[in-house]
């Protein structure tokens, strides 16, 4: 597979005289990853079970299954807690944030740096939310 960065992408699709060339010359660099396979991917890489992992993400193990297996696609911050109950690095969620087509955590917005620092420095779910309750922000469930 052919490995170009996000840059060069834009740079093609500005050049592109039309999309249909754009789209056939980079075939092999699109993903075609869903949510839940991303997630398997990365739930694979930690050592938790399922059952922690919903408790550690404030949500019912039939959620969470449903979400692995395919069957419901979760919001941003539910997707946010997921990566939060795994332990995954700030990295880690940015990329699953963006790979699934949502914004990733943005330092400049309030909320998002409150989510952001408490995942940089591994806090568990429920001291996110006690912040961002305290600084009157839209908690994450």
């Known amino acids: 597979m052919e490995s170009k960065n996000t840059g060069d992408l834009n740079r093609e699709l500005m050049d592109a005289s039309n999309i249909d060339s754009y789209m056939k010359q980079n075939e092999s660099v699109f ?4 949510i839940s396979e991303m997630l398997t991917q990365l739930y694979e890489s930690k050592s938790i079970s399922k059952a922690l992992l919903a408790r550690k993400a404030g949500m019912s193990e039939v959620y969470l299954h449903q979400v692995f297996s395919g069957r419901r ?3 941003r911050d539910r997707l946010i807690t997921i990566c939060i109950g795994m332990g995954a690095t700030l990295e ?3 990329s699953m944030l963006k790979l699934a ?3 990733e955590i943005y330092p400049r917005i309030r909320r998002d740096a409150i989510i952001g620092f408490g995942i940089m420095h591994g806090q568990e779910l ?4 006690d912040k ?8 994450l469930f």
Do not use: D, R
Not at 31 to 34: D, G, K, L
Not at 126 to 129: D, R, V
């Open 31 to 34: 993903t075609n990853e869903s």
């Open 73 to 75: 696609n979760p919001s």
């Open 126 to 129: 429920n001291e996110i939310n």
């Open 101 to 103: 087509g949502y914004a």
């Open 132 to 139: 961002l309750f305290a600084e009157q922000e839209k908690t």
């Open 92 to 94: 880690e969620t940015q």
